[in-house]
Structure formats: C-alpha cells, structure tokens
C-alpha cells in the first residue's frame, strides 16, 4: 500500500503560478503511476495529470495543456504538479492518486489541498 499527502494549495491570482507537491510513503513508490485530479464545488472529480512509474510518459487534459507539468521525484518519493497561467476555472480541491502501471481503478488517494483563483 502506499499513503498519499498533499501540500501546496492556497489562493493565488489569475495568471499566477502554484506548485502542488504530494508526499509518498513506503518503498514502492517508484512502482505506482502518479496522478492529480481536482474537483470544483458542485461538479464531479475530474482527471487532470498522470505520470507513469519510469517518469517517462505523462498525460494531461486538454483544459491545463500547456500551463500544468506533472514531475515525481524519486528520491523524495515526490510527485509535483506545477500549475502555471491559472485561471479562475482552475480553483478546486486537488488530489493527488496512486496507480499500478497503466490501471484505471486509482486504489491509492490523498486527502486534497484547496487551490483557489481569483478573478
């Protein structure tokens, strides 16, 4: 099993910048798929990012394309999400999820952390 925390949410500006970190325990780490999904007041949660467990393949929405980067550091047993250029629509609380290499089930979540842009 692995045990996920999040840090780094908070209330920025539009066309600011965040980074979201979430803190992995155990030592298989590097064997899980990471990802990030959020969910916005009233909606359903929804997929943001992924990497997978080499850190090689990553896969985004098409709604943070180009402003967010998923990473993962291993050594810290760390996985990143820089989210730049934010946008109001962006504000949610965001998960950070673990996952066996190409699953779909995300077995593995943490607790989310509130981002919040303003207009």
């Known amino acids: 099993q692995v045990q996920l925390g999040e840090s780094g949410g908070g209330l920025v500006q539009a066309g600011g910048s965040l980074r979201l970190s979430c803190a992995a325990s155990g030592r298989t780490f590097s064997s899980y798929d990471m990802g990030w999904f959020r969910q916005a007041p009233g909606k359903e949660r929804e997929f943001v990012a992924r990497?997978?467990?080499?850190?090689?393949?990553?896969y985004y929405a098409d709604s943070v394309k180009g402003r967010f980067t998923i990473s993962r550091y291993g050594a810290r047993n760390t996985v990143y999400l820089q989210m730049n250029s934010l946008k109001p629509e962006d504000t949610a609380v965001y998960y950070c999820a673990a996952d066996h290499p190409g699953g779909t089930t995300w077995p593995y979540w943490g607790q989310g952390t509130q981002v919040t842009v303003s207009s």
């Open positions: 990497i997978s467990w080499s850190g090689t393949i990553t």
